[in-house]
């Protein structure tokens, strides 16, 4: 799911409870465009009972020409797969039992009805089999590609989200803007550390230096984050090209006053390029009605 030099779109959930958007833009110092997204709306009915659900994903490859953009491609390619043959397999059956095959959650899960499934786990084993697709076709061409990884797995009103990588998600609602994610890079740590601060972190020697992404090893370790999403709320999925030259508060105002979320991703890639556009630039804004 490589994308153009600029891609965008708009969409609605069946049920009309999420409306989205999406661009990924190649920036102003780039050749190629290394970042793949992907954005899914679909509609779940079993027993008569409909749920409204949704997979926005955004993956930045690295390892240059014919390398970044095949990883991030094959990780959301894995990864939507993965999704949906799961997910509609459990629809198309009885109501599901409690998940037994997934590990706790980080982050806030609270405690998971009988019948319910357990996203979370969902959601961490697809980044897995995204991770192995990635790793592989990396062996296979002998290459050191690599990507990072942010996902959104919305169910009605509730969201799980995953990240491997500095890519990130932003949760906004009535108490302001959030980052939800944790980069896995060197510089987050000295932020975390005490030893520089976040304004220090934008502009570091060392700020593209990541710890952990998708297809570096055989098996990789994913951060999984629970919310509840109330009307209004908004989603912010996106790659550093995006969150590294924009600041969290014009991100915040973009995302307010906005027309729409389409209009919202326009508004931030302009932003992103008008500030340098040093990198592959990817937003997927998405807003409970």
Request: charged share 25%.
């Amino acid at each position: 799911m490589n994308t153009p030099a600029s891609t965008p779109a708009t969409g609605t959930d069946p049920e009309g409870l999420l409306v989205s958007g999406r661009r990924s833009d190649l920036g102003r110092q780039r050749e190629l465009n290394e970042d793949s997204l992907v954005s899914l709306e679909w509609q779940a009915v079993r027993q008569s009972r409909a749920r409204a659900m949704a997979l926005y994903a955004v993956a930045d490859g690295m390892g240059g020409h014919a390398a970044g953009e095949v990883a991030s491609a094959t990780a959301i390619e894995a990864l939507a797969g993965a999704i949906l043959k799961n997910v509609l397999a459990q629809d198309a059956g009885p109501l599901p039992g409690p998940a037994t095959n997934g590990e706790p959650a980080a982050g806030p899960q609270g405690d998971r009805p009988e019948g319910r499934r357990d996203y979370g786990a969902l959601l961490k084993e697809t980044c897995r089999i995204a991770n192995r697709a990635v790793y592989a076709e990396a062996r296979q061409r002998h290459s050191d590609m690599g990507t990072t990884l942010v996902v959104a797995l919305v169910v009605g009103q509730e969201a799980w989200v995953a990240n491997i990588g500095d890519s990130r998600a932003y949760h906004l609602d009535g108490q302001g803007l959030r980052q939800v994610t944790t980069d896995h890079s060197l510089v987050m740590r000295l932020v975390a550390a005490g030893q520089i601060t976040k304004e220090e972190a934008r502009t570091h020697p060392q700020r593209n230096m990541i710890y952990r992404t998708v297809g570096e090893h055989a098996e990789v370790e994913v951060d999984i984050f629970h919310l509840e999403l109330a009307q209004g709320d908004g989603l912010l999925l996106c790659s550093d090209g995006l969150h590294g030259l924009v600041e969290e508060a014009e991100i915040r105002r973009v995302l307010l006053d906005a027309a729409d979320p389409q209009a919202a991703c326009e508004m931030l890639v302009d932003m992103a390029n008008a500030a340098g556009g040093h990198d592959n630039i990817s937003a997927i804004v998405v807003r409970m009605r």
